[in-house]
């Protein structure tokens, strides 16, 4: 099992529409497991995924697996704005 954290960006130029963090057997069944979990913004047809080391990672940061995060939910745990 991989840890994927997805950042879905519109196709607009409108910016970052949001961020999860899901578990998958193969990292490159992401896009389609945030589909199926709808858990990808509609105007957003692929997110860009970015593997993690492990639970530690995400969970000491108080992030959620199969939750989508704003871009202003991000930016309040202290992300950069992308």
Do not use: T
């Not at 910016?15 to 709808?38: F, K, S, T």
């Amino acid at each position: 099992m991989a840890y994927v954290f997805m950042s879905f960006a519109s196709l607009h130029g409108e910016g970052n529409l949001g961020c999860c963090i899901v578990q998958v057997d193969d990292p490159r069944d992401a896009n389609e497991h945030c589909r199926r979990l709808g858990l990808m913004p509609d105007s957003c047809n692929e997110g860009r995924g970015y593997l993690l080391a492990d639970e530690a990672e995400f969970k000491a940061q108080g992030m959620e697996l199969n939750r989508l995060y704003s871009s202003a939910e991000m930016q309040k745990m202290g992300f950069a704005k992308a």
